[in-house]
């Protein structure tokens, strides 16, 4: 609840520094291997929402991939878990480099 709460906050700071008095679509961008849920988010966001400049907004989801590199072969690319061994060279040195992304990252508005 607290995400939904804290991404309407950034919404109600927007709107008093760029004027606007509704909120159609509220884009937020979710890592693979964060600790957000989606469905659980868009529950929360439609609960704290009621009765504020967001109240009709839809909440879309972009989901970021996660991305990793291996210091010891220089692999960079895609990775499915926090803790796994490297794809190319098997070594279990793999740094998770992007995927656990929460942010804000777009409002259409009027």
Not at 32 to 56: D, N, S
Not at 59 to 68: C, D, H, R, S, W
Not at 95 to 103: A, K, S
Request: hydrophobic residues 45%; proline residues 5%.
């Amino acid at each position: 609840m607290s995400l939904a709460e804290n991404l309407l906050a950034l919404i109600e700071e927007e709107s008093r520094k760029q004027g606007f008095r509704c909120v159609h679509t509220v884009t937020v961008a979710i890592g693979v291997l964060g600790p957000v849920e989606p469905m659980a988010l868009q529950f929360c966001f439609a609960a704290v929402v009621r009765g504020t400049i967001a109240h009709k907004a839809r909440l879309q989801i972009e989901t970021v991939p996660a991305n990793g590199f291996c210091p010891d072969c220089g692999y960079t690319g895609s990775v499915t878990e926090w803790h796994q061994d490297c794809p190319r060279c098997a070594l279990a040195n793999l740094v998770v480099t992007g995927g656990d992304d929460f942010f804000l990252t777009g409002l259409e508005v009027i």
